[in-house]
């Protein structure tokens, strides 16, 4: 299919649609509504979160942007074992794939991860394995949903992309945890925290259950199901992440500067 014609089809679709535009609108709202918010903010800790955390909907109004229109999208023929090989409603029976979602969580989640770590006072290794297993995690779940070739290797795939996953949650619950302990921000961190872990559990389960897995959930469905985690997972997690820093800022700025110094493993200061 054309761009023009996965556009027409996606327009047609009343359902799928407004799962794409009502995130469109919602990320250009968010946009602002942080902008806003961040306007006063002088601590240079507090100013890197908002920059951080303002990425989320950027990036999200762009990719999102980038499937309404079809520039993101594909139709693909599900390999010999699939519930729609040859049973899809694109030609040739493909199925409807926007694959432009990965490049939006490729890009988006390191930053929600970068605030975090931020906000944890988290040292520079925690952070680099927590941001390289994230992407990770989005690259492999883009190589299962693109695999056409056996359906066995789209689940290794997906099996590669929740081992990865498993090293960002023992960061988030595990050693960030114990870092806003010390940091002195451990009431908002393990809010977000919880918030974070539990949407982001179920990325995957709708991939399992969406047309990309065992189809139990049409096309529409399972992007209702996406654009709705997106939304609390981004929009809503950014707004009571800035809204504290805002409200919090001498908390912020009393962290040691750089990042590992409010750890367990930052260096102490030496004495003159």
Not at 139 to 148: I, K, S
Request: proline share 3%; net charge negative; with cysteine.
């Amino acid at each position: 299919m054309t761009q023009t014609e996965i556009f027409e089809y996606i327009q047609a679709d009343a359902l799928l649609s407004a799962s794409l535009w009502v995130n469109i609108a919602l990320a250009g709202l968010s946009i602002l509504a942080f902008v806003y918010m961040g306007r006063n903010v002088e601590d240079p800790r507090a100013q890197l979160i908002f920059v951080a955390t303002l990425m989320v909907p950027l990036v999200s109004i762009s990719s999102y942007t980038g499937l309404v229109s079809g520039l993101t999208v594909s139709f693909l023929e599900m390999p010999a074992g699939h519930a729609l090989a040859g049973a899809g409603t694109g030609p040739n029976g493909g199925v409807f794939t926007p694959w432009g979602r990965y490049l939006t969580w490729a890009l988006s989640t390191p930053m929600i991860l970068i605030a975090l770590g931020l906000l944890a006072g988290t040292n520079m290794s925690k952070l680099f394995t927590a941001v390289v297993a994230d992407i990770g995690m989005c690259v492999t779940g883009l190589a299962a949903a693109l695999t056409t070739s056996s359906y066995l290797l789209r689940w290794v795939w997906y099996g590669i992309s929740c081992a990865f996953f498993v090293v960002v949650l023992y960061i988030l619950l595990a050693e960030w945890a114990e870092d806003a302990e010390v940091a002195g921000t451990a009431d908002i961190f393990n809010t977000l925290k919880v918030l974070t872990v539990v949407l982001w559990l179920g990325y995957p389960i709708f991939w399992a259950l969406g047309a990309e897995g065992i189809a139990v959930l049409d096309v529409a469905v399972t992007s209702w199901a996406y654009s709705g985690m997106d939304v609390i997972a981004k929009y809503l997690f950014a707004f009571l992440l800035l809204r504290w820093v805002v409200n919090n800022e001498s908390t912020v700025a009393a962290m040691a500067s750089g990042l590992g110094s409010a750890s367990r493993g930052g260096a102490a200061p030496a004495d003159d």
